[in-house]
């Protein structure tokens, strides 16, 4: 099946929000990961300048970005704050959230 089907049949049969953003992220972890890298996504809401995971592709996603919300800052509040896209090939390398970098 082509990514356009997938997303496709996605929207289709989803019948609540919740479970569409939660299938979402696991399709984009299924094109995104590789054999050499597993891709974690989560789906980030902010509101009146509070965080909360609306959806996410595992617990491991969902648990680092609980880690982002108690330090308000990391690559999922940084994407969401600014509208950009975040990859981190290596976190333990990374230098913008050092805090964030040293827990996770």
């Not at 939660?22 to 890298?37: G, I, K, M, Q």
């Amino acid at each position: 099946m082509t990514k356009s089907r997938d997303l496709q049949r996605l929207i289709l049969e989803s019948s609540e929000i919740e479970s569409f953003l939660n299938a979402l992220t696991r399709l984009a972890v299924h094109e995104l990961s590789d054999a050499s890298e597993e891709v974690l996504c989560g789906i980030t809401l902010l509101r009146h300048k509070r965080a909360a995971t609306v959806a996410s592709s595992s617990q491991d996603a969902q648990d680092l970005d609980e880690v982002q919300y108690s330090y308000k800052d990391g690559p999922c509040l940084n994407a969401a704050r600014n509208q950009t896209l975040e990859h981190i090939p290596d976190l333990q390398a990374e230098e913008r959230w050092p805090e964030y970098s040293q827990t996770s």
